[in-house]
Nanobody, 124 residues
Framework: QVQLVESGGGLVQAGGSLRLSCTAS????????MGWFRQAPGKEREFVAAISRYGATTTYQDSVEGRSTISRINARSTVYLQMNSLRLEDTAVYYC?????????????????WGQGTQVTVSQ
């Protein structure tokens, strides 16, 4: 089982930026597809972005594409989510997730391992 720890959340004004990090342990990071999801109060968890094992392929939810970049450094067992031009509606708990696969899952049920989440709050 892979352990995931997110960091980098916080309070930011609308239009600002944050970089989230997720560090993995207990597995071979380069075999893992990595995803970011988020859950706002009263809403279901939703897909944000995902990156393939070696970073060659990425995919984004439409509402964050162009404002966010997912990346990874396998030597550090870490995946990042750079978020720019943040909006009020980006406020949520952000989770990273891992799955040992060559595919690029976008469904939460496709991921095996999850972090505890990091809160992102965007204020006016």
């Amino acid at each position: 089982q892979v352990q995931l720890v997110e960091s980098g959340g916080g309070l930011v004004q609308a239009g600002g930026s944050l970089r989230l990090s997720c560090t993995a342990s207990g597995g071979t990071f380069s075999t893992l597809a990595m995803g970011w999801f988020r859950q706002a109060p009263g809403k279901e968890r939703e897909f944000v972005a995902a990156i393939s094992r070696y970073g060659a392929t990425t995919t984004y939810q439409d509402s964050v594409e162009g404002r966010s970049t997912i990346s990874r450094i396998n030597a550090r067992s870490t995946v990042y989510l750079q978020m720019n031009s943040l909006r009020l509606e980006d406020t949520a708990v952000y989770y990273c997730a891992a799955r040992d696969t060559i595919l690029l899952p976008t469904l939460a049920d496709s991921y095996n391992d999850w972090g505890q989440g990091t809160q992102v709050t965007v204020s006016q």
